[in-house]
């Protein structure tokens, strides 16, 4: 009940900051901008997808059809992806470093609650936030593509819960972060910097990063990395399969869960020996 109340009140006070709205407006703008732009044509020879007016395919027989918006789906999933990911933890790695600030966490302290159960509450309510942002974005284009092409990927709808769980597994690396640094700033950045690069170094480093030495220390040290942070990049690979109906790689989920799992008890233990 305690921890139920904490993800409540968590859920409550970012619903409360404006930056999560202005992701709802621009989520609003794509759903509505997908309803107004992509549609189907019926003709004699098949079906013509269309975006903004413009044919997209040439006239296709109604089978195929569904293959043609798996494909647009899944270019869209991996064009927002990125923005949903780093708009969300924009929109959430406050509420770490708030939660710890002199007073508030006094407060929290006082109450008969853990300094665990604290962090975890603050996490999943972070999590659930952005479970209903996903769900509303993610929901719109599907019922935008599904009511202008009649076709309905519930795999697409699915992937929801897929952009979740990778958003959970990029918020353990936000919560250490913060309650290390104890402000928002270094989680943001470090988040970013993760997403945007280290993660595909890391993915690639066969390829790129073990170019530049054959040691096998500088090697390992590499494949630790890998293996230790959560796979972005392998997740992201299996949430086009997902889309496109074909069999996903668990692999790097099963890895994601136990590297999140491994930050987040290791931010709990360094948060036990902080002094409040």
Not at 84 to 93: N, P, R, S, Y
Not at 161 to 190: E, Y
Not at 199 to 207: F, H, I, K, M, P
Request: charged residues 15%; neutral net charge; hydrophobic residues 55%.
């Amino acid at each position: 009940m305690k921890l139920l109340t904490l993800i409540l009140a968590t859920f409550r006070e970012l619903f409360s900051k404006a930056t999560l709205y202005v992701l709802l407006g621009i989520s609003t703008l794509i759903m509505l901008g997908t309803l107004a732009s992509v549609s189907a044509e019926h003709t004699d020879e098949g079906v013509i997808l269309k975006a903004f007016g413009n044919p997209v395919s040439p006239p296709t027989p109604v089978e195929e059809v569904e293959t043609l918006v798996f494909g647009m789906q899944t270019g869209l999933a991996k064009g927002l992806f990125f923005g949903i990911m780093l708009f969300g933890v924009f929109a959430t790695a406050s509420v770490i470093p708030d939660s710890l600030e002199k007073g508030t966490v006094d407060l929290y302290l006082s109450k008969p609650l853990a300094r665990w159960e604290l962090l975890l509450g603050k996490y999943l309510g972070a999590v659930a936030v952005m479970l209903a942002v996903i769900l509303y974005f993610i929901g719109g284009i599907w019922l935008g593509f599904g009511i202008r092409t009649d076709v309905w990927n519930i795999q697409f709808l699915l992937s929801s819960f897929t952009m979740t769980f990778m958003f959970a597994c990029i918020f353990s690396i936000v919560l250490i972060l913060g309650v290390v640094f104890r402000n928002a700033a270094i989680p943001i950045i470090g988040s970013f910097l993760y997403l945007m690069f280290i993660d595909n170094l890391l993915d690639s480093r066969e390829e790129i990063l073990f170019l530049f030495s054959e040691s096998k220390i500088y090697r390992g040290i590499l494949d630790g990395l890998y293996y230790i942070l959560p796979q972005i990049a392998g997740m992201q690979r299996s949430l086009a399969e997902q889309i496109l109906h074909k069999s996903m790689e668990w692999k790097p989920f099963v890895q994601a869960l136990l590297s999140s799992s491994a930050i987040f008890i290791f931010s709990a233990w360094i948060m036990r020996r902080k002094d409040f």
